[in-house]
């Protein structure tokens, strides 16, 4: 009788202390503020963003993980064709693009959709192999304040799942400050209808390739014929 009520209190305890202890060594995702002049979200504090020209290119700051993913921002002064709406009719149609190699594929469209984010509407688009092959890639775009801002997120396809959660909260986040950002000196009348981009890098080793150079060009306000 007393090894069964000596097993019982063992058992209740147990019970107890285990969910207690998995939670306490659960990690807690600390995040910062990463503002510019025209713009603010909040990202993990395991990024890093660093001004790249006339964009601002953010990263993990783990080394082996710099190549899974990468948060590209940039801006311009508006053209007479830069609205949400030019902007969600070139995202809605999937993207012919040519790798290195010479190679072309087509984007597959898995997002097209108008979204309310801190009281500015963004054109929402997710493609697959729109920069990358193999890379989700998320388009958000908008005009406001005098000022034409695309920001976009790659992450490798098989590496989603572990970024999905942190990068939709940054997405979730961003917020369109009032002054217009300075792009290397007083603003100029636009003379390209494009937000360019480096070219991707070649693939590492395993076949993969990694996006440690902002992606492709990304058009998005050019019209349709």
């Not at 963004?122 to 775009?141: G, N, P």
Request: net charge positive; charged share 25%.
């Amino acid at each position: 009788m007393n090894r069964l009520l000596y097993f019982l209190i063992i058992l209740i305890i147990t019970s107890f202390v285990i969910p207690v202890s998995a939670q306490v060594q659960k990690p807690i995702l600390k995040t910062k503020t990463f503002k510019t002049d025209f713009i603010s979200f909040n990202l993990s504090d395991q990024w890093e963003c660093k001004m790249d020209g006339t964009e601002y290119v953010c990263r993990p700051t783990d080394k082996i993980k710099k190549s899974d993913a990468i948060i590209i921002v940039a801006a311009k002064i508006p053209g007479a064709e830069d609205n949400v709406k030019a902007y969600y009719t070139y995202l809605k149609e999937p993207k012919k693009m040519t790798d290195y190699r010479g190679q072309t594929f087509t984007s597959q469209v898995s997002l097209i959709k108008y979204k309310d984010i801190e009281a500015t509407q963004w054109v929402d688009a997710i493609h697959l192999s729109s920069e990358v092959k193999d890379f989700y890639t998320r388009y958000l775009a908008t005009v406001k304040n005098g000022i034409a801002i695309l920001v976009t997120y790659s992450v490798s396809k098989s590496k989603n799942a572990l970024y999905a959660a942190e990068l939709n909260k940054m997405a979730s986040s961003i917020k369109v400050l009032a002054k217009a950002p300075q792009l290397g000196g007083p603003p100029k009348p636009p003379e390209k209808k494009e937000m360019p981009h480096p070219p991707p890098t070649p693939p590492i080793k395993g076949g993969e390739q990694q996006p440690t150079q902002p992606p492709a060009k990304i058009i998005i306000n050019q019209p349709k014929k």
